[in-house]
């Protein structure tokens, strides 16, 4: 691509345009990197989520790069200026894990008596969010999909320290844990464990699970034989991947949760 030519001194007359965002699973915006090779991109922002609710406390957004004490709002969501030291980050894929720090000073006051009640956080899951200052929502170009892959860590522990000025974490990376297997699920070949719906006589209609259901919603219905029936109240799936194809159709995508592809080898 040509670019304008500038004179020594000279601003650049505007930015060269951005490449058409696509979103695809498991990538994030081009306009990143779009971004990086601009002629004037803005500044990087981090922004954090420290989320302990998984341990009975509560999600703090935070950011040590507001404007004039000012909070930063990205994709909707608040975080709230909070001076703070990041150190250690970084990504390694040989040895020993890094375990990165991270200091809070004003949110001390903040946070204290959760770090007080809930052994020092530990098992709180932090979250670093990187994007360009133009990406917030009142950026030049508001974009809450334009980030870096976001980084998550687990607070190992709280460091020594004088907690009515500033707290100290040591963070591990989330796979950085004893006991810890890849894949954190059982494979099963002959089982999908999506929650299938039940009849409810009461009310004479279908109940889907609310968390886990299996996105099946048709009218046809087969006993856990894989027999057709007529009453609802026999509809159960058999769980196994003939089942799925025998409600969603034979040639149809599934989303069956088994792995039928799956073979023991001797090794």
Same mark, same amino acid.
């Given at each position: 691509m040509d670019l304008p030519l500038v004179e020594p001194g000279q601003a650049p007359a505007q930015r060269p345009l951005r490449r058409h965002r696509q979103l695809r699973a498991g990538l994030y915006a081009v306009s990143i990197d779009a971004?990086?090779?601009?002629?004037?991109?803005? &500044?990087?922002?981090? #922004? =954090?989520?420290?989320?302990?609710?998984?341990?009975? *406390? +509560?999600?703090?957004?935070?950011?040590?790069? +507001?404007?004039?004490? /000012?909070?930063?709002?990205?994709?909707?969501?608040?975080?709230? %200026?909070?001076?703070?030291?990041?150190? *250690?980050? *970084?990504?390694?894929?040989?040895?020993q894990q890094r375990r990165p720090r991270i200091e809070l000073q004003d949110a001390a006051k903040l946070i204290l008596a959760e770090v007080r009640a809930l052994d020092g956080l530990r098992g709180a899951k932090l979250t670093r969010i990187r994007t360009f200052r133009d990406h917030l929502d009142d950026g030049d170009d508001p974009d809450p999909t334009a980030? =870096?892959? %976001?980084?998550?860590? #687990?607070?190992?522990?709280?460091?020594?320290?004088?907690?009515?000025?500033? #707290?100290? !974490?040591?963070?591990?990376?989330? #796979?950085?844990q004893a006991g810890v297997m890849i894949p954190a699920g059982t494979a099963m070949k002959g089982f999908c464990n999506f929650i299938y719906r039940?009849?409810? /006589?009461?009310?004479? /209609? !279908?109940?889907?699970? /609310?968390?886990?259901?299996? %996105?099946?919603? &048709?009218?046809?219905m087969f006993?856990?034989? *894989?027999?057709?029936?007529t009453d609802p109240a026999d509809d159960v799936c058999g769980k196994r991947l003939t089942d799925c194809k025998l409600r969603f159709g034979q040639t149809a995508a599934l989303p069956y949760r088994g792995f039928p592809g799956l073979r023991r080898f001797d090794i």
């Open positions: 971004e990086k090779q601009s002629l004037a991109p803005s &500044g990087v922002v981090t #922004l =954090w989520e420290l989320d302990a609710t998984a341990i009975g *406390g +509560s999600l703090f957004r935070f950011t040590a790069q +507001s404007e004039s004490d /000012a909070s930063l709002v990205f994709g909707g969501v608040t975080y709230v %200026p909070v001076p703070c030291r990041a150190s *250690g980050f *970084g990504r390694t894929a040989r040895g980030v =870096w892959p %976001p980084e998550v860590y #687990l607070i190992n522990r709280r460091v020594s320290g004088d907690a009515r000025t500033s #707290l100290t !974490f040591e963070l591990a990376n989330s #796979l950085d039940r009849y409810d /006589a009461g009310s004479e /209609a !279908f109940v889907v699970d /609310a968390h886990d259901p299996c %996105p099946f919603t &048709g009218a046809a006993d856990a034989e *894989g027999e057709a029936v």
